[in-house]
C-alpha cells in the first residue's frame, strides 16, 4: 500500500483524441467519432499514453531538467530539504522528493496505455474499429494526510506519534489489463445540414494484475515508531498479482489471472456547412477537401465493465479488530506480501491465518467515466474543442477516473496539425499543453510547464501515436466529373 502512495493522475492524450486525422485512436474519447474520421482506412501500428501527477510528492523546479533525473545524485546535500518542528524537537530531511505539507485528502490516479495494432473501415454510413491494447491504472480516493506522511515519511515521523487519528473510507486499487475490441458506428440520421451518428465497443478482457485495499474506518495511534495500536479498523485487502506470494518472486505464469467484458458508447451530432472546407493561408488550395462542419457536439460512456479474477487471488479481510496491538514494526523485515500479510494477521487478529478469507475470487471495475466533447470550427483550418471527463464507479472495488475539464485550440490539416490544451484536473491542477502530428505521427504533452521548466514537478506526461491513413477514394472525391449527385447531395441545396 505504501509504494501505492506515488500519487498519479491521468490525463486523456487531448492531441489525439481532438483530432479529425488521428482515426481509430480518436475512438478512446467517444466510439461514434470513427463516423468523423477523414480517412477512409486508418491503421494504428503503435500508440502509447502515460500521466502522472501529485497533489502530494514532487520535485522542486531547479531540480528538474528534463534528462538531470535519471542522473541525478539524490545524496547530494544540495538536494536536501530540511525542515523543523521546534516544539517536536525534529528535524525533517528531505531528500529530492519533497512533500506539500497540508491536510488535504490525497487522490491518485496512474494511467499507462499502450495501444497495439488497430484498424478502423469507414464506408459511406458504417464504420468498423477493431483495436488492441495495454492498459495499467493505480487510483486512490480520500486518502488522509497522516496516512499519506506515515506511508512517505515513515512510522518515525514524529510530529505525527502519539496522536489518536480517526479516519473513514478510503481506497487504493490496481489494475492492469488486455483488451481486446471491436466497434461499430452508424450516421442513422443526415440530411446535408445536420448528421447524427452512434457508436458502440465491446471489449474482451484479459486481466494480467490487480491489488486493492479498502478501508471502511481506521482509529488508531502510533505511540512511538515501533508500535501500532489499532482501536477499531474494518478493511478488505485483495491480490492477483504475478508473483509467488512467499517470495515475492516475478513471473508471468500464467499471464492472465482474470477476464471480463467492458465497453464504450458515444453518440455526436454535427451540424454541417453544406461546403468544402476552405482552403488555408498556410495549405495548399486542395487542402480542404472536405465536407466540413459548423460545430459538433458528443457524448459517451466510457471504460464500463469489470474483470474477475481467479486466478492467484486472495481475499484478506480484517474486520472488527478492536484494541490491538503491532508491536516491532521497525525490526520487521517483511521479505514478501505473504509474510506481511502473515504478520498483520497474527497482530491484528491473533492467528496467522484468521485474515485468509475463503473467497477464491474478486471483481475490478474498469476506470468508468462520462466524457462530453465540444468542437467549433472557426474556418480555416482553425478549430476549438471542449472536453469533459467525469468519472464515476459502478462498484467497489474499482479504479476511480479523474475529472478532466480541457480546453484546446488547434491548427489542423491533413499534412500536419498544431494542439494547445489548456486543462485542469479535479479543478485543483491546471497546466498547458502542445501536441503536434506529422501525417500520421504525433507526439504531445499536457504538461509543457514541466517539460520547460517553468514549475515545480508534480508528474510528467507524454503520449504519442504512428500509423497509417488510407483513401483510397480520394481520387473520385476530386474527380470533375458531373455525375448525377445523391439525394442527399440534393438536399444541401434545398431552401428550407
Same mark, same amino acid.
Given at each position: 500500500?505504501?509504494?501505492?502512495?506515488?500519487?498519479?493522475?491521468?490525463?486523456?492524450?487531448?492531441?489525439?483524441?481532438?483530432?479529425?486525422?488521428?482515426?481509430?485512436?480518436?475512438?478512446?474519447?467517444?466510439?461514434?467519432?470513427?463516423?468523423?474520421?477523414?480517412?477512409?482506412?486508418?491503421?494504428?501500428? @503503435?500508440?502509447?499514453?502515460?500521466?502522472?501527477?501529485?497533489?502530494?510528492?514532487?520535485?522542486?523546479?531547479?531540480?528538474?531538467?528534463?534528462?538531470?533525473?535519471?542522473?541525478?545524485?539524490?545524496?547530494?546535500?544540495? #538536494?536536501?530539504?530540511?525542515?523543523?518542528?521546534?516544539?517536536?524537537?525534529?528535524?525533517?530531511?528531505?531528500?529530492?522528493?519533497?512533500?506539500?505539507?497540508?491536510?488535504?485528502? !490525497? &487522490?491518485?490516479?496512474?494511467?499507462?496505455?499502450?495501444?497495439?495494432?488497430?484498424?478502423?473501415?469507414?464506408?459511406?454510413?458504417?464504420?468498423?474499429?477493431?483495436?488492441?491494447?495495454?492498459?495499467?491504472?493505480?487510483?486512490? +480516493?480520500?486518502?488522509?494526510?497522516?496516512?499519506?506522511?506515515?506511508?512517505?515519511?515513515?512510522?518515525?515521523?514524529?510530529?505525527?506519534?502519539?496522536?489518536?487519528?480517526?479516519?473513514?473510507?478510503?481506497?487504493?486499487?490496481?489494475? $492492469?489489463?488486455?483488451?481486446?475490441?471491436?466497434?461499430?458506428?452508424?450516421?442513422?440520421?443526415?440530411?446535408?445540414?445536420?448528421?447524427?451518428?452512434?457508436?458502440?465497443?465491446?471489449?474482451?478482457?484479459?486481466?494480467?494484475?490487480?491489488?486493492?485495499?479498502?478501508?471502511?474506518?481506521?482509529? #488508531?495511534?502510533?505511540?512511538?515508531?515501533?508500535? @501500532?495500536?489499532?482501536?477499531?479498523?474494518? =478493511?478488505?485487502?485483495?491480490?492477483?498479482?504475478?508473483?509467488?506470494?512467499?517470495?515475492?518472486?516475478?513471473?508471468?505464469?500464467?499471464?492472465?489471472?482474470?477476464?471480463?467484458?467492458?465497453?464504450?458508447?458515444?453518440? +455526436?451530432?454535427?451540424?454541417?456547412? /453544406?461546403?468544402?472546407?476552405?482552403? $488555408?493561408?498556410?495549405? /495548399?488550395?486542395?487542402?480542404?477537401?472536405?465536407?466540413?462542419?459548423?460545430?459538433?457536439?458528443?457524448?459517451?460512456?466510457?471504460?464500463?465493465?469489470?474483470?474477475?479474477? +481467479?486466478? $492467484?487471488?486472495?481475499?484478506?479481510?480484517?474486520?472488527?479488530?478492536?484494541?490491538?496491538?503491532?508491536?516491532?514494526?521497525?525490526?520487521?523485515?517483511? !521479505?514478501?506480501?505473504?509474510?506481511?500479510?502473515?504478520?498483520?494477521? #497474527?497482530?491484528?487478529?491473533?492467528?496467522?491465518?484468521?485474515?485468509?478469507?475463503?473467497?477464491?475470487?474478486?471483481?475490478?471495475?474498469?476506470?468508468?467515466?462520462?466524457?462530453?466533447?465540444?468542437? #467549433?470550427?472557426?474556418?480555416?483550418?482553425?478549430?476549438?474543442? =471542449?472536453?469533459?471527463?467525469?468519472?464515476?464507479?459502478?462498484?467497489?472495488?474499482?479504479?476511480?477516473?479523474?475529472?478532466? @475539464?480541457?480546453?484546446?485550440?488547434?491548427?489542423?490539416?491533413?499534412?500536419?496539425?498544431?494542439?494547445?490544451?489548456?486543462?485542469?484536473?479535479?479543478?485543483?491542477?491546471?497546466?498547458?499543453?502542445?501536441?503536434? &502530428?506529422?501525417?500520421?505521427?504525433?507526439? /504531445?504533452?499536457?504538461?509543457?510547464?514541466?517539460?520547460?521548466?517553468?514549475?515545480?514537478? &508534480?508528474?510528467?506526461?507524454?503520449?504519442?501515436?504512428?500509423?497509417?491513413?488510407?483513401?483510397?477514394?480520394?481520387?473520385?472525391?476530386?474527380?470533375?466529373? !458531373?455525375?448525377?449527385? $445523391?439525394?442527399?447531395?440534393?438536399?444541401?441545396?434545398?431552401?428550407?
Amino acid at each position: 500500500m505504501f509504494i501505492l502512495l506515488q500519487p498519479s493522475h491521468a490525463q486523456e492524450a487531448l492531441g489525439i483524441v481532438n483530432s479529425n486525422y488521428t482515426g481509430v485512436n480518436s475512438l478512446w474519447i467517444n466510439p461514434a467519432n470513427a463516423a468523423n474520421s477523414r480517412n477512409t482506412v486508418s491503421i494504428n501500428i @503503435l500508440a502509447g499514453d502515460l500521466f502522472v501527477n501529485s497533489n502530494y510528492v514532487f520535485v522542486h523546479r531547479k531540480d528538474y531538467g528534463l534528462l538531470k533525473i535519471f542522473r541525478v545524485n539524490i545524496d547530494d546535500p544540495k #538536494y536536501m530539504y530540511i525542515y523543523s518542528y521546534p516544539e517536536f524537537n525534529f528535524t525533517d530531511t528531505v531528500q529530492y522528493y519533497d512533500y506539500y505539507k497540508n491536510s488535504t485528502p !490525497k &487522490r491518485l490516479y496512474l494511467n499507462e496505455r499502450i495501444a497495439g495494432p488497430s484498424l478502423l473501415y469507414k464506408s459511406g454510413d458504417h464504420a468498423f474499429s477493431f483495436t488492441t491494447a495495454f492498459r495499467s491504472n493505480v487510483s486512490g +480516493t480520500n486518502i488522509p494526510c497522516d496516512v499519506a506522511n506515515f506511508g512517505f515519511r515513515g512510522l518515525d515521523f514524529i510530529p505525527q506519534q502519539d496522536i489518536t487519528y480517526s479516519d473513514g473510507h478510503f481506497e487504493i486499487a490496481m489494475l $492492469s489489463w488486455i483488451e481486446l475490441g471491436a466497434g461499430y458506428t452508424y450516421t442513422f440520421y443526415n440530411d446535408g445540414r445536420n448528421s447524427l451518428s452512434a457508436g458502440i465497443s465491446l471489449k474482451y478482457l484479459l486481466g494480467t494484475a490487480a491489488a486493492y485495499a479498502t478501508f471502511k474506518n481506521i482509529t #488508531y495511534r502510533i505511540p512511538y515508531q515501533d508500535t @501500532l495500536i489499532v482501536y477499531d479498523m474494518n =478493511a478488505t485487502i485483495g491480490i492477483a498479482l504475478p508473483m509467488d506470494y512467499s517470495t515475492n518472486k516475478f513471473s508471468l505464469s500464467p499471464l492472465v489471472r482474470g477476464k471480463g467484458i467492458g465497453g464504450d458508447i458515444g453518440i +455526436t451530432y454535427e451540424r454541417l456547412t /453544406g461546403r468544402p472546407a476552405n482552403s $488555408s493561408l498556410f495549405s /495548399g488550395s486542395n487542402s480542404g477537401e472536405e465536407n466540413d462542419y459548423q460545430f459538433r457536439a458528443g457524448i459517451s460512456i466510457l471504460d464500463v465493465g469489470r474483470i474477475n479474477f +481467479t486466478t $492467484s487471488a486472495e481475499v484478506h479481510k480484517f474486520n472488527n479488530v478492536t484494541n490491538r496491538i503491532w508491536p516491532g514494526l521497525i525490526g520487521f523485515k517483511g !521479505k514478501s506480501i505473504g509474510q506481511f500479510l502473515r504478520s498483520a494477521s #497474527y497482530n491484528l487478529l491473533g492467528d496467522s491465518a484468521a485474515s485468509l478469507s475463503d473467497q477464491s475470487n474478486f471483481y475490478m471495475w474498469l476506470p468508468s467515466a462520462l466524457s462530453a466533447q465540444f468542437d #467549433y470550427n472557426f474556418g480555416n483550418q482553425v478549430y476549438l474543442n =471542449a472536453t469533459f471527463v467525469q468519472g464515476i464507479t459502478f462498484g467497489s472495488p474499482g479504479i476511480r477516473r479523474e475529472t478532466l @475539464l480541457a480546453l484546446t485550440p488547434r491548427y489542423e490539416t491533413r499534412i500536419w496539425e498544431v494542439n494547445l490544451p489548456l486543462s485542469i484536473v479535479d479543478f485543483k491542477h491546471p497546466a498547458i499543453g502542445l501536441a503536434v &502530428r506529422i501525417y500520421s505521427l504525433v507526439i /504531445g504533452t499536457e504538461k509543457l510547464g514541466t517539460l520547460v521548466n517553468l514549475t515545480n514537478v &508534480r508528474g510528467l506526461d507524454l503520449y504519442f501515436s504512428l500509423g497509417i491513413n488510407l483513401n483510397p477514394k480520394t481520387g473520385e472525391r476530386h474527380s470533375k466529373s !458531373k455525375g448525377c449527385e $445523391s439525394i442527399r447531395e440534393y438536399k444541401r441545396y434545398q431552401v428550407h
